[in-house]
């Protein structure tokens, strides 16, 4: 599984894969194997069955800022 995350985190080719997961072909085979087989499609469906976003955080490096407030161009005034 840490191999599926790899390869969607970095969006490398197969052929790419570090040593340690094992050689690419074997590892395309097995992905391969699971998504005809419909595990992907199990996961997802278990973890959308109870969605509670009491508790969801906006993670600060994905959103985008206006160039304003990144203090661009004369720095960060300190004046209310």
């Keep these: 599984m840490e191999v599926i995350l790899w390869k969607l985190r ?7 894969l570090p040593p340690h ?3 690419w ?14 595990v992907f499609e199990t ?3 278990s973890v959308n ?5 009491e508790y969801a ?8 800022v206006h160039r304003h407030g990144q203090g661009a161009k004369g720095g960060l005034s300190n004046s209310l």
């Design 10 to 16: 970095t969006g490398s080719p197969w052929r790419d």
């Design 21 to 23: 997961f094992g050689k």
């Design 25 to 38: 072909n074997t590892v395309f085979k097995r992905y391969r194997d699971w998504v005809k087989a419909g």
């Design 43 to 45: 996961i997802f469906a």
């Design 49 to 53: 069955e109870d969605v509670d976003l």
């Design 57 to 64: 955080m906006i993670d600060g490096t994905i959103v985008k």
